[in-house]
């Protein structure tokens, strides 16, 4: 039911930005529960950054300061402010959208974008 499409991706030099977009399809995306996650080369798939429908975020400790995820509900849209990138953020940056229905919780996931941070 829900589709979710990352953008923003690409190379980036240490100490640049970049910010992520990811566009969910749903009809009720103010109440989804939002979250982007990483995952480099074999590692295992981790939380970077959370943001509840009434707006509370939550950061990995190793992003804290350098991340700021947040949303527009206009638009179904989450975003993902990455300042300061270093080397060790390179990743494949996934999108995750989770919504509850009649106590029913179900959890939609996007195809991840690409994130190189290289000089």
């Known amino acids: 039911q829900v589709q979710l499409v990352e953008s923003g991706g690409g190379l980036v030099q240490p100490g640049g930005s970049l910010r992520l977009s990811c566009a969910a399809s749903?009809?009720?995306?103010?109440?989804?529960?939002m979250g982007w996650y990483r995952q480099a080369p074999e590692k295992e798939r981790d939380l970077v950054a959370s943001?509840?429908?009434?707006?509370?975020?939550n950061y990995a400790d190793s992003v804290k300061g350098r991340f700021t995820i947040s949303r527009d509900n206009a638009k179904n849209t989450v975003y993902l402010q990455m300042n300061s990138l270093k080397p060790e953020d390179t990743a494949v940056y996934y999108c995750?959208?989770?919504?509850?229905?009649?106590?029913?919780?179900?959890?939609?996931w996007g195809q991840g974008t690409q994130v190189t941070v290289s000089s």
């Open positions: 943001i509840t429908s009434g707006g509370s975020t």
């Open positions: 995750k959208a989770d919504l509850r229905r009649w106590g029913v919780e179900y959890a939609y």
């Open positions: 749903g009809n009720r995306f103010s109440a989804y529960a």
